[in-house]
């Protein structure tokens, strides 16, 4: 039953444009160079796999710290490659599922890439899909030997596929010897300077309307920037851009929403330094 | 047919305020400012989560001490969203279920949640719904993994969920990289001064008929904090509310009140010191 | 069908004395003031329950060392309880019941007791329904979490719930997390004193008709008492009741009685002493 | 089919004196007080089960080397008692089961035990039943666990039963805290000095028709015992009086008994050295 | 119905040359005398079971870092004997499969290989194949069994087998006492000197239409090797031939193939450096 | 259905003279006075079984290095006896059982050989069976426990068994307390001395023709001897008698054979050094 119940959500073949959408939920602020660089990367495996008869199977893992922006990415890279077929392998499709379900619902989606051309499969989140927990530690050993078999396996002849995986927990995958499987690795960092969360209120205009890139918003930004910075006592931010957004939406809530989204932010900097 | 007890028992929509109403049975007495502290925030992410577009999905844990107040606090700030779907998951509903059945019965409550508008859900003590036990330690990886996504998972399109969790063992939680799962978390302090265990007697009334509060019940309750404080050495109570209370009625049944509630509590508070 | 076998040999409501009463074979010696204590003590928390409203459940927990006599005591406190509801939960009823078994079998003790006004459930031997073994260590953490969770669930409204447990491995349910769980704690000694043996002795009236407690009878017993205390060089006996009573019996098989309790005693004392 | 196994190979009820005898198969030879003392002590513990009637159930435990001759010992008990209900559980008749299976046979027998008047249960070879093996460790918790309860499991009214068990593993039942099962303990020896070994070639008649108790025949025993002591440089035989009866028979294949028997026991004894 | 997956794609006897030659897409170049080595050994193997009436079972293991060409290899060997019946077991044919499914898979294709007179068998990936995984560690105790038996077990009279093996993990078979069972051992080195990699270049004419071997070409050649090594400031490629050939693909989308071509070669040299 | 493969295999009762045959493949060539012995300690214990009344059950152990002869000295032992009932417990019979399935087919052959009056049973390979690795260290208890107990299991009246197991794990055993369980154990060595190997080559002939015992054949072994002798520094060779016989036929697939016989022979030699 939970292979109907797959059924009924997503098209079997095909791209399933509104799962892809919602990992994206709040855009991609290009904050910094990096993140250019990255699509960029991507956009060169995806030509690569377009073109070259020698390499039918690319595989690349994202690699960042909780929050940093790897999920968005892996589907926006995903979604620009245009390729006919792209599917999403998450934990959350796959809520209450055993082990042999599990296996089974990854086998198929690789063997639906299998008969289509032009092929993306993003696989989200690899610690949480084989259930990891560091004590002990435990996780469904099934599971990852499935993916570490698919993500080496070859496509049949005349067919093509991209695989693009995330993970928090690079240093788990290593003792699982599962990094030696990815043809390239990127990583996915934390938003980091002033400059960078300047960049980010500015284009998320937390004033509305614009005000925030007038003369006054810019004030108060620079304003909250180095309140922000006071509190903390350092210049390194090292928080995520996800952590980011939620934090601005919590301060709206706030009529003062500036001290309000200075006071989370010194946590989150805060909760940060405390690693 | 677990299922149908499940369904049995609780409407599958909406609120079952009797339920809820269970784990405030002896009402929130606001011995402390914290307590009101807790109230207001819980009532902040509501408001977030009603508001905000961007964050469908708010996640709180509450955390303390063993009778700290934690279900009662949480099962409040559940009610008091008025929202029109509010549930409680918990293992007192979960008795005898196997692992399998625990994973479903919370999905399911999810996934109810996932139809209605504005949710709630209460997840209580995490620690015994995933049968920890520190001998081994041994604990349900399915249980917890299943939690760990569903308290990750964004509701679909036009749904919004607020995620009210409780726990006595943080520590573990952490051990575990569950905490990070969290958008936020609320520590609930034990009662810890003798005014505020001044405060609990007042508000309980212990003479009856409002004796408390007269001349000669200050009298005798001034005299009781007294002599606890002489027998304990110390003025840093450090025991729950909910402990506190059961003194209370235990101390009840004995003709004298007073010498019993002080030599109760007086074990209470060694106990702590003992930890 | 074990569910069967369980129907078939205690009724499903009510008491079942005999059970009970097997518990208590020998009666209770008061060979110590401590024993009317634990009486009393029960009779207290036998009282909340039924007067108090505000704690409709209460759980103690008797420990001692094996054979001190922990679960006559709490039959004894059971039964004087007069409850319409009592139920003895008991390793002995549930050989060669699975996991699953167990779970189940205890669940429907408690549901049973939920559907009564006043009841009383005794949970025997926790270590043993646990199936604890140091070796590893192992035990059935299905069993050990639905105990935990049943002996915190609050009965339904308008019922009572005493719950009376023992163990003789106090230390392992500390490891386990699961003494919190109770509201209050009473320890069962062993026999300590060579006053407390001679009690037992003349109420055990060994020499039969009488005899023990007469002149020459309480001078055989004295010299009993005086060679144990000669051979063994200490005036601490640390052997419980049970094997007490044991002794008792197989000296009685031997034609020469004094001697042989004498050996048989000295035996179980330096048994001790070697823990 | 198991149970189907069982029944066609023994009666349900009363005495299988074959299986028994088999136990005993080379009789019992009295070298030494120790064995006389062995079977007293057993028969005072039959006489107590039949007499007391405060101590209906009464378990005792034969523990020793291996091949001391623990199962011969307990079996000749149990004849001895003439009691109308003689069982043995051995793991030699569950060969092939799997843990559900022993756990069914093992209550089987006890509740057979149940229905007669007197009765005596052999549990032999403890380690064995419970699948023990030392790495790891490993061994069936279930099987354990129902013989830890069975053991103590007082029969119904009117009902009495003598259990007698044996194992080569004390040391490992202490670890399992199965010892204090037991009401009684009887450590069964090796054959220790040369004059035992002696009585034992003398009563098993090596040179058959009496010649062995003959002048000439007790002659080559000394010259075998003084060869044997020669070459093992140690009065201390240390070997039990199965292996002794292995070794005749071995050398008897041998046309020189003397020096092959000589040859066999000083491995035997020599083994027993590298322990 | 794992059974018929298996059944229908591929032939149950006989040689399926496409699922071979896709484990030799990219040719052997023979870039090294040790490749002629390897083969040589290979068909040596080959030529004493066609021969010899006395070791109708010869198995060769092929062992190596990652990529270095050892399932390349192992194929070029099989297909070389051309003997009627070539069989491949491979994790990714495997895929999904429970350990009970593997086994039934594994002892299929040998039992199939028993009733046809010369074969090969090619057990690739032997780590995969039993789920391994460092942390525990873990994998399939069932599936390295019957390997371990099968690799062993004597073809029926009259029937000759060569199995060649491949792992990347000899160490790890090692500890599984698995080495033993391998009648000899060929290692698989990296491509190791900038000549080597020079061959491979040429080879692989990289600027297409034999342009690589003329005079320009070789010079590009030598600008490459030499800034490769400058950039590494090592002459030690240790790099497998299957990452060389990716990374020859990966430069090709790149219009300036030699920079990309340096810059992904150090990253790979540096990699390993990093071991 | 393995039971079914089990009996079209095999005939039930009777000997299986093929399957004993494949174990003996080349012969036993007497190379060692050694030889002789086990063959002359064999036929003791065969005919101990025969005519001792005492002693119907008779276990040996053959151990020794892998190759050292091991099995086909006990398929020797066992055919020689010209019992009426021998049978082969092997784990090449058992491929892809699973662990229910290896203890019901052991069952099996016991059961068969209860109702034969003369019997052998050789129980081949003891770590295989029970699917030893090293690695945790991992077992089947199940199996190993059911061997323990029929190897000990005494034949019902007027059935005699003779056990011959074999084993390169002693050790192992030992730690799994199944030495004991054997009433004697016998040692396989190595092929140690140049000698012996003279004596192997000849008897091989391995010039054919009966050459090799001629002048120059026995100058060209001397001359491989001492070749070897040269290479290896050590007159101890310490390789079993089955991989020399291995590379004697892979030398005969080379020309030159002396030649490469003393590589294939230092290389086996230095291996073994490397233990
Ligand atoms: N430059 C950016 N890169 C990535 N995400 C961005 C960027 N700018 C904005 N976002 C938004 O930030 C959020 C990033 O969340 P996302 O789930 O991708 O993070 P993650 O690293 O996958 O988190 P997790 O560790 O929880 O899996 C998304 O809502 C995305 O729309
Ligand atoms: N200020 C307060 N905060 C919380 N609970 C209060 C307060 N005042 C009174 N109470 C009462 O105290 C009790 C608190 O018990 P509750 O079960 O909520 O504690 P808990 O911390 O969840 O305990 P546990 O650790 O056992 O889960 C409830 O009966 C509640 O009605
Ligand atoms: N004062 C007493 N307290 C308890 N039991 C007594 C007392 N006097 C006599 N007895 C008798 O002693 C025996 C005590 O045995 P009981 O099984 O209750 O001990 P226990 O501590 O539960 O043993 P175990 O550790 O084996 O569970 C009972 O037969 C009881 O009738
Ligand atoms: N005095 C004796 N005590 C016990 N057994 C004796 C004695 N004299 C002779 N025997 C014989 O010695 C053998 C003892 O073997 P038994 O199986 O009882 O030893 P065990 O200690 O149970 O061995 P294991 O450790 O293998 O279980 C029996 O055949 C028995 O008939
Ligand atoms: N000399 C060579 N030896 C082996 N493979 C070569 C050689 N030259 C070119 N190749 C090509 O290189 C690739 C080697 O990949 P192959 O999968 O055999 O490596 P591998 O060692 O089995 O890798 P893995 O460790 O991932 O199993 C193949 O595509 C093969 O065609
Ligand atoms: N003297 C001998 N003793 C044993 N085997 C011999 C002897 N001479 C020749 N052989 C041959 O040597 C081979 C020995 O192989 P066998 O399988 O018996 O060894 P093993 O010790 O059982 O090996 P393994 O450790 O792999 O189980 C057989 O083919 C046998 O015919
Ligand atoms: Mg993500
Ligand atoms: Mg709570
Ligand atoms: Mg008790
Ligand atoms: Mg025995
Ligand atoms: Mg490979
Ligand atoms: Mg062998």
Same mark, same amino acid.
């Given at each position: 039953?939970?292979?109907?119940?797959?059924?009924?959500?997503?098209?079997?073949?095909?791209?399933?444009?509104?799962?892809?959408?919602?990992?994206?939920?709040?855009?991609?602020?290009?904050?910094?160079?990096?993140?250019?660089?990255?699509?960029?990367?991507?956009?060169?495996?995806?030509?690569?796999?377009?073109?070259?008869?020698? %390499?039918?199977? =690319?595989?690349?893992?994202?690699?960042? *710290?909780? @929050?940093?922006?790897?999920?968005? /990415? $892996?589907? !926006?890279?995903?979604?620009?490659?245009?390729?006919?077929?792209?599917?999403?392998?998450?934990?959350?499709?796959?809520?209450?599922?055993?082990?042999?379900?599990?296996?089974?619902?990854?086998?198929?989606?690789?063997?639906?890439?299998?008969?289509?051309?032009?092929?993306?499969?993003?696989?989200?989140?690899?610690?949480?899909?084989?259930?990891?927990?560091?004590?002990?530690?435990?996780?469904?050993?099934?599971?990852?030997? %499935?993916?570490? =078999?698919?993500?080496?396996?070859?496509? *049949?002849? @005349?067919?093509?596929?991209?695989? /693009? $995986?995330? !993970?928090?927990?690079?240093?788990?995958?290593?003792?699982?010897?599962?990094?030696?499987?990815?043809?390239?690795?990127?990583?996915?960092?934390?938003?980091?300077?002033?400059?960078?969360?300047?960049?980010?209120?500015?284009?998320?205009?937390?004033?509305?309307?614009?005000?925030?890139?007038?003369?006054?918003?810019?004030?108060?930004?620079?304003?909250?920037?180095?309140?922000?910075?006071?509190?903390?006592?350092?210049?390194?931010?090292?928080?995520?851009?996800?952590?980011?957004?939620?934090?601005?939406?919590?301060?709206?809530?706030?009529?003062?929403?500036?001290?309000?989204?200075?006071?989370?932010?010194?946590?989150?900097?805060?909760?940060?330094?405390?690693?």
């Amino acid at each position: 039953d939970f292979m109907n119940a797959l059924d009924e959500v997503r098209p079997a073949f095909g791209v399933n444009e509104e799962e892809l959408a919602t990992c994206v939920q709040n855009g991609i602020i290009k904050y910094s160079p990096y993140i250019n660089g990255i699509l960029a990367e991507g956009s060169l495996f995806t030509k690569q796999v377009r073109n070259s008869e020698h %390499t039918p199977l =690319v595989s690349v893992l994202l690699h960042g *710290p909780p @929050g940093a922006g790897k999920t968005a /990415l $892996a589907a !926006t890279i995903a979604l620009n490659s245009e390729f006919p077929f792209i599917k999403l392998i998450s934990p959350e499709s796959m809520v209450g599922y055993n082990e042999a379900a599990k296996v089974a619902a990854i086998s198929k989606t690789f063997n639906d890439a299998y008969k289509s051309p032009l092929n993306v499969v993003v696989v989200d989140n690899i610690e949480r899909l084989v259930d990891w927990v560091p004590i002990g530690p435990r996780f469904s050993n099934a599971v990852l030997q %499935t993916l570490m =078999v698919l993500m080496r396996k070859q496509p *049949p002849k @005349g067919r093509r596929l991209l695989i /693009l $995986a995330t !993970t928090t927990e690079r240093s788990v995958l290593q003792q699982m010897d599962i990094l030696d499987t990815f043809d390239a690795q990127i990583g996915v960092p934390n938003v980091s300077t002033l400059q960078e969360l300047e960049y980010i209120l500015t284009e998320a205009d937390i004033y509305g309307d614009g005000q925030t890139n007038s003369e006054p918003g810019r004030g108060k930004v620079h304003s909250i920037l180095s309140t922000l910075n006071g509190q903390t006592g350092t210049t390194d931010i090292g928080v995520g851009i996800k952590k980011i957004l939620l934090n601005l939406e919590t301060a709206k809530q706030d009529p003062d929403f500036d001290s309000r989204f200075v006071e989370l932010m010194s946590r989150s900097v805060n909760d940060r330094v405390m690693l």
